[in-house]
C-alpha cells in the first residue's frame, strides 16, 4: 500500500494520444467492431481503468500509486457499452486485470505491427524501441512459481544480458524465434529437427540457414549436428544462468496476460516485475 491520499488524476494528453493512435479506431473488447469516433466526429468511445482510478471501484489496487493509475499500461480504449460492461458488479470476476491486460495486448498489438511495419521502410528497426529492463523479476517469479528468481543478481544479469542480444537481432528473426519456441515447447522438446522444422514453417534450407545464421551471430541459437548421420537439429540457446528464455517468455505471457509481442517486439521487460 502506497503512502500518498487515493486521488483520481486524469490521464495526460500524451497519453490520450497514445491510446487512440494504438486503439485503430476500435473497442479493444474482442469481436466488438464498434468505432470509437463515428464518421461526424463524434466520440462514442471510453477510457477504462483496468484497475480503478478511486477506491470502491472495480479491481482497485491499493498497491498502485496515483500515477500508475493513470498509467497508458493502466487504461484501454473501448466502447460505450463494453465500458459498463466490464465495470458491472456483477461481472468482475470475468473481466479480472489479467484478463483486461491482455486484450488490451492483443489489441493494441496489432496497430503497434503495423506502425513497426511503417518504421521499416525507413529506419534500423532494432533502434526504434529501447528496452525496459527488469529490476526485481518478482512478478515471473510469482507466475511462474520459480521464487529463487526474486531480486536474485545473477538472474536479473542474465534477463538484462539476453535482452541486450534480443534488442540487435533483426524483427523477422525475432518472430522467427518464437515460433520455433512455441513448437518445442508444445512438444516439451529443447530441439527440433531440421526437417520438421523446414515442414513446419514451409522454408527451404536457404531461408532457414538465412534464420538460423543471424541468430548465432547474436548469442541466440544455432543449428547442431546430432549424433545420427546427417542429422542436424535447430536450437534456441539457454541464457546464463537459466533456461531457454524463449519459452519462458511464452509461459510467462500465457500466465500473466502479457501480449508475447510486449516483450518480443516492445522490448518492456519491466513487466517480469510487480
Not at 469481436?31 to 468511445?45: H, I, N, S, Y
Not at 518504421?119 to 507466475?143: C, F, H, L, N, W
Not at 531461408?207 to 548465432?216: C, I
Request: proline share 4%.
Amino acid at each position: 500500500m502506497t503512502d500518498e491520499d487515493v486521488k483520481r488524476l486524469d490521464p495526460t494528453p500524451s497519453t490520450i494520444k497514445k491510446l487512440f493512435a494504438y486503439s485503430g479506431n476500435q473497442c479493444a473488447i474482442p469481436d466488438c467492431r464498434e468505432f470509437l469516433v463515428d464518421e461526424t466526429g463524434a466520440m462514442l468511445g471510453k477510457i477504462a481503468h483496468i484497475h480503478a482510478a478511486e477506491k470502491g471501484g472495480p479491481r482497485f489496487d491499493e498497491n498502485m500509486d496515483n500515477e500508475a493509475r493513470r498509467h497508458f499500461d493502466n487504461l484501454m480504449l473501448v466502447c460505450g457499452k463494453h465500458h459498463d460492461i466490464i465495470d458491472y458488479p456483477e461481472n468482475i470476476e470475468t473481466y479480472k486485470p489479467e484478463v483486461l491486460r491482455k486484450y488490451k495486448a492483443e489489441h493494441e498489438g496489432r496497430f503497434r505491427r503495423a506502425e513497426r511495419q511503417l518504421i521499416e521502410q525507413v529506419a534500423d528497426t532494432t533502434q526504434a524501441t529501447q528496452p525496459s529492463y527488469p529490476k526485481t523479476m518478482r512478478r515471473i517469479g510469482e507466475v511462474l512459481g520459480v521464487s529463487e528468481m526474486v531480486e536474485h543478481e545473477e538472474e536479473i544479469e542474465g534477463i538484462r544480458s539476453f535482452v541486450d542480444r534480443l534488442k540487435e537481432l533483426p524483427l523477422e528473426q525475432r518472430g522467427f524465434a518464437i515460433k520455433v519456441a512455441t513448437r518445442m515447447r508444445r512438444q516439451n522438446a529443447e530441439k527440433l529437427l531440421v526437417e520438421d522444422v523446414k515442414g513446419a514453417f514451409q522454408i527451404g534450407d536457404r531461408k532457414l540457414q538465412h534464420h538460423m545464421r543471424l541468430l548465432e551471430h547474436h548469442g541466440l541459437g544455432s543449428i547442431n549436428e546430432g549424433h545420427n548421420f546427417r542429422e542436424y537439429f535447430v536450437e534456441l540457446w539457454d541464457r546464463e544462468p537459466g533456461e531457454n528464455p524463449w519459452i519462458e517468455m511464452l509461459e510467462f505471457c500465457d500466465s500473466a496476460g502479457v501480449s508475447i509481442d510486449t516483450l518480443v517486439y516492445e522490448l518492456d521487460f519491466s513487466q517480469y516485475d510487480d
